[in-house]
Each structure stands twice: as C-alpha cells, then as structure tokens.
C-alpha cells in the first residue's frame, strides 16, 4: 500500500544535540512538506520541496534543516538552534494541491 | 490577523444533532480549500475538499463563499464518532515567492455525546 512512513514514532533529545526525523513516500509525489504541531494549535510550515534538489523555508524555518535528494525522502534535522523543539512534526506529501495532502503519522519530540 | 481563522470550540453535542462550523479566511487569492479531521494525538485527515458550488459527502456537506472569504462544514445526524478536531485548511500559491503550501487553521474540537 503507498503512504508516508514517519520515523521515530517518539524521539527523545538532549539539549544541545541535533536529531533527524525520518520522513519517507512511495506515493510518486512531488511536492512534499514538514509541519510542526503544539498543543491546541495549528499545523505551522517548516519547510517545503516541490521538487528534487529544491527546498523553501516555510513560516518558522529558524534551527531547522532539511534535505531532498530523493523523490522519495524529505528527512528534518532539529539543530540546537531551534530553542523549544518540544512538539508533534507532521510530514506531508501532495500529488497536485487539488487533491490535498496525505500525511505521516507524525514523530513527538521531547527535549529532556 | 490570521491567515486561516475557526472557533476553537469546543462544541458538545447530542448524537444525531446537526452541528455548522465556520472558518474565514484572509488571503482573496487563496485557490484550494478543504477540511481535513484530527483524531486526538494521531495525523490530520482529508475529510473533503470544498468547493463554491457546494458539496456533499454523506452526513458532510462543505460550502464556501468567495466573495465573504468564508468556508462552513455541516454535519447531520452526529455519531459518537465524529468526535474530532476539525480542520479548516486552505491553499495559496503566492506569485511574488513562488510558495505553494496549505496553510491550516488551529481547528474546533468537536464532541458528540450519547
């Protein structure tokens, strides 16, 4: 079946260390995105790529990276940087904007 | 202001109550509109996509209004489980960045008792 495979399902991190979330679709889409979720709010953009070897910064970019070296792949790194990384992070994919997106199931992240 | 804007709720209703929510929406050139439904804790999902002329799926019916800016989701008859946040979700395509992305509101939670 394709859909979108998010991994850890819950991750841990320690202050001052860098993580990558895991974000994989076999849905041949093109355009793939991250968004961040915190309690009783919103989905805010991170990042986007609409392509391969392309990516924009979203609404809250700052301390986070990304990469798209494959069509498949769309893998986030929470850099020290990022201040209060504690939150929900939600990969999405979409064919067309027509059709919407299909979603990962998500990786909680906690900073202990 | 908002780009997407929805009463948090949340709304407690009766089963087999019908229940409107609305959401307004800031950017005229936004283009695609749908509402997506969240389970607590787990991925948004597309509930259905909305479109000037009406639509309806099942108990669901989806309308919007351009020129108010505004977008409403009706549903008849509520389950138990139709208890969930919704969503209120909108498509802009922004010349001057070339960014293309759904931008979602904070969502009205929804809980149908027995």
């Known amino acids: 079946d394709g859909g979108i495979t998010q991994s850890p399902k819950y991750l841990f991190r320690k202050e001052g260390q860098n993580v990558t979330l895991s974000c994989e679709q076999n849905?041949?889409?093109?355009?793939m995105y991250w968004y961040r979720q915190d309690p009783g709010q919103g989905l805010r953009l991170i990042y986007y790529?609409?392509?391969?070897?392309?990516?924009q910064k979203g609404d809250i970019a700052e301390g986070y990276s990304v990469s798209r070296e494959k069509k498949e792949s769309f893998p986030l790194t929470v850099t020290s940087a990022q201040k209060n990384p504690t939150a929900f992070y939600l990969c999405?994919?979409?064919?067309?904007?027509?059709?919407?997106?299909?979603f990962g199931s998500g990786t909680r992240l906690t900073v202990v | 202001r908002k780009e997407v804007e929805q009463d948090p709720g949340p709304f407690n209703v009766p089963e087999g109550a019908t229940v409107a929510f609305n959401c307004t929406y800031s950017?005229?050139?936004?283009?695609?509109f749908f509402w997506y439904r969240q389970d607590c804790r787990k991925e948004p999902k597309l509930l259905m996509s909305v479109y000037s002329s009406g639509n309806e799926d099942g108990r669901f019916t989806a309308q919007l209004n351009r020129a108010s800016q505004y977008i409403s989701l009706l549903i008849r008859d509520s389950k138990l489980s139709d208890s969930a946040t919704y969503l209120c979700?909108?498509?802009?395509?922004?010349?001057?960045?070339?960014?293309?992305?759904?931008?979602f509101g904070s969502g009205t939670r929804l809980q149908v008792q027995p």
């Open positions: 849905l041949n889409h093109d355009a």
């Open positions: 950017n005229s050139a936004s283009q695609s």
């Open positions: 979700v909108v498509f802009t395509s922004y010349m001057d960045t070339g960014r293309r992305a759904l931008t």
């Open positions: 999405a994919s979409s064919r067309d904007r027509d059709y919407g997106y299909t």
């Open positions: 790529s609409q392509i391969v070897n392309d990516f």
